[in-house]
């Protein structure tokens, strides 16, 4: 089935809308949150806990499954789907962030990145067409060209060159992209530019990709800048394509981004927050850890109706963290991911009711960066 993106509602007073995808591996609805399942594997959790949430789309990461345990090997599996039990829809990204976080460890030039592995020091070369053949192996329903993170902060000079190279790497992914029933997307860069975000997004739209992300937020950038330049960047992308914000963020960060005209997520804070003991509720923050949980016999949010919220207490939970048991973190997991599917069901019936205007951070998730009261 080929790849398609409709639009079925919009909020007026946002530039948000409420859409469909249509991919070989069925639909989903957006705006959407994707959970990182970074090695093939949403840490933790099953696919039968994540369906239980509600969650209609996962990221795997092309750098990672490369080189363990290789692109070839799960192909021979049937692609990535049969390989990890998810039979509905997957992302994969190009690698092109994790090569860029191996600072000491890659080399950047014209023809591609030239690296190391993180896992025995081995040098691999990805270019723009390997970054395309891999995830082609590995059957993912949407790939992303290969693109280069720009570190912040950085020079105009540097992020011109960045953004330059970006677009011809784009050229030559898109060209090595034969007619298959995976989607492609492009990468937007130009640091923290607003005049060279407009022109990767310009050059991008000129090569007809299926979807376009916006990647390198969240780098260091104050949340304000990087609103505005999400809002100026998404303005010069095509309404009937999709927009997909790379590794952002809070439910605030999401909620904001929508509004702006956002339409797919993904970060690992719900899965890592979890695994750390921060779990999200509807008042803040709550840090399992804390003494003041040791004897409480409420669930984590009283609102919440995910599997961890009905059948255990914050007390049992904190003793699951102290105790280091390996069962504490998957069930912070679960509560986490399903309260990210919350606030992606009250965004959209806020679309689709035409409010989301007067839907604030404190209805989702009360202040993001506070712990919620005991």
């Known amino acids: 089935m080929p790849f398609r993106f409709e639009i079925l509602a919009r909020d007026v007073p ?16 957006t705006p959407v949150f994707m959970p990182v399942g970074t090695q093939a594997s949403v840490k933790g959790v ?11 789309i996962v990221l795997a990461n092309t750098y990672h499954l490369y080189l363990r345990p290789t692109h070839t090997l799960i192909q021979g599996f049937g692609g990535l789907h049969r390989f990890m039990h998810w039979e509905r829809p997957i992302l994969t990204d190009s ?21 190391q592995s993180h896992l025995n020091g081995s040098r691999h070369m990805l270019t723009p067409e390997k970054a395309v053949e891999i995830q082609a192996a590995l059957s993912s329903d949407i790939a992303m060209a290969l693109d280069e993170c720009v570190p912040y902060p950085a020079t105009y000079d540097y992020a011109l060159a960045s953004q ?12 090595a992209h034969h007619g298959t029933e995976q989607a492609l997307f492009g990468i937007v860069q130009g640091g923290m530019y607003a005049e060279l975000r407009e022109k990767s997004a310009r050059e991008l739209v000129e090569l007809d990709f299926d979807g376009y992300a916006l990647g390198g937020f969240s780098v260091g950038e104050t949340k304000q800048l990087m609103h505005d330049l999400i809002e100026r960047t998404a303005a010069c992308l095509p309404e009937e394509k999709p927009r997909y914000l790379m590794g952002v963020g809070t439910p605030a960060d999401i909620l904001r981004c929508v509004k702006l005209g956002v339409d797919m997520f993904d970060c690992v804070m719900p899965t890592r927050n979890a695994r750390n003991g921060s779990l999200f509720t509807r008042q803040g923050k709550l840090i399992i850890k804390n003494a003041r949980y040791a004897q409480d016999s409420r669930p984590i949010d009283s609102r919440c109706s995910c599997y961890t919220c009905q059948h255990y207490s914050r007390a049992y939970l904190r003793h699951l963290f102290m105790a280091e048991e390996m069962l504490g973190p998957r069930l912070n997991t679960i509560h986490n991911v399903h309260f990210y599917m919350d606030v992606i069901h009250m965004i959209r019936a806020a679309i689709m009711e035409g409010r989301l205007d007067m839907l604030r951070v404190e209805d989702i998730s009360g202040e993001p960066n506070v712990e919620a009261p005991a």
């Open 164 to 175: 330059e190279l970006t677009t011809r790497w784009a050229q030559r992914a898109r060209a």
């Open 14 to 29: 946002t530039q948000a809308r409420l859409g469909r995808i249509t991919t070989a591996h069925g639909a989903f609805t």
């Open 95 to 115: 690698g092109g962030f994790q090569v860029y976080s191996l600072a000491g460890l890659r080399k950047l030039t014209e023809e591609g990145v030239l690296f």
């Open 46 to 56: 099953t696919p039968e806990e994540l369906l239980a949430c509600q969650v209609e």
